[in-house]
Antibody
C-alpha cells in the first residue's frame, strides 16, 4: 500500500522560504518510472501542479513558478522536499504530495495516485 | 503550456440523473487525460486514467471518453456520494496541468 504524508510549517511570513517534506512508503524512488510530485490548491480554488521529481533525478517545474521552486529527493529516507522562495499571501494553499503512477503497458501514460492528505500553509505577517 | 478547460464550472443535478462533464485541451493530447474527484476537505481521488480506464474500486457508473482535444466524464446515474468537484488533468506533457474544476451540486 502506497502512502504519502506532507509535513512543514502551517504559517509562514511574506518573503520567507517555505520548505515542505513528503514522507512516503510502499514504493521506492529508485525504481524505474517512479515519480513524486507536488500540487497545491488555494482555498476554494482549483488544483495547480507545481513540480515533479523522477527516479533518475529528472525534475520538472511549473513554468509560472519555476524560478521559485526546488524539488529534491532523499531516497534513503523515502522523502521528497519542495522549497518555495519569496512566499506571498497568494501562495496560501493546501499543498499535496502525490505519487506519479506509470502504466505497465504504455509506459508514457501516467497519472497521480495516490495523494497525500495535504497540508494547509498560510502566508501572513 | 497545455491549457485545460472544463465545462460547465458548476452543475446542479438530482439523484438518478445522467451527467456529463466536458474537458477541452488547448492542443491535441491523444488520450493522456485523467479525471479526479474531490470531496470537501479531502484530497482528490483518481477516477479515470488514460481517458477511459476506470481506476480499481471506482463504480462502473463512471465512464470517460474522448481523444485529441475533447473529453467527457459521464456519470450514468447520480448517487448521493457523487456530489463533489471533478477535475481533468493532462499528462501528455510532463508540465502537467489541470482543468479549473466542475462542482456538481444537488438540485
Amino acid at each position: 500500500q502506497i502512502t504519502l504524508k506532507e509535513s512543514g510549517p502551517t504559517l509562514v511570513k511574506p518573503t520567507q522560504t517555505l520548505t515542505l517534506t513528503c514522507t512516503f512508503s510502499g514504493f521506492s524512488l529508485t525504481t524505474s518510472g517512479v515519480g513524486v510530485g507536488w500540487i497545491r490548491q488555494p482555498p476554494g480554488k482549483a488544483l495547480e501542479w507545481l513540480a515533479v521529481i523522477y527516479w533518475d533525478d529528472d525534475k520538472r517545474y511549473s513554468p509560472s513558478l519555476k524560478s521559485r521552486l526546488t524539488i529534491t529527493k532523499d531516497t534513503s529516507k523515502n522523502q521528497v522536499v519542495l522549497t518555495m522562495t519569496n512566499m506571498d499571501p497568494v501562495d496560501t494553499a493546501t499543498y499535496y504530495c502525490v505519487h506519479r503512477e506509470r502504466s505497465q503497458v504504455a509506459t508514457t501514460q501516467n497519472w497521480f495516485d495516490p495523494w497525500g492528505q495535504g497540508t494547509l500553509v498560510t502566508v501572513s505577517s | 503550456d497545455i491549457q485545460m478547460t472544463q465545462s460547465p464550472s458548476s452543475l446542479s443535478a438530482s439523484v438518478g440523473d445522467r451527467v456529463t462533464i466536458t474537458c477541452r485541451a488547448s492542443q491535441s493530447i491523444s488520450n493522456f487525460l485523467n479525471w479526479y474527484q474531490q470531496k470537501p476537505g479531502k484530497a482528490p481521488k483518481l477516477l479515470i486514467y488514460t481517458a477511459s480506464s476506470l481506476q480499481s474500486g471506482v463504480p462502473s457508473r463512471f465512464s470517460g471518453s474522448g481523444s485529441g482535444t475533447d473529453f467527457t466524464l459521464t456519470i450514468s446515474s447520480l448517487q448521493p456520494e457523487d456530489f463533489a468537484t471533478y477535475y481533468c488533468q493532462q499528462s501528455y506533457s510532463t508540465l502537467y496541468s489541470f482543468g479549473q474544476g466542475t462542482k456538481l451540486e444537488i438540485k
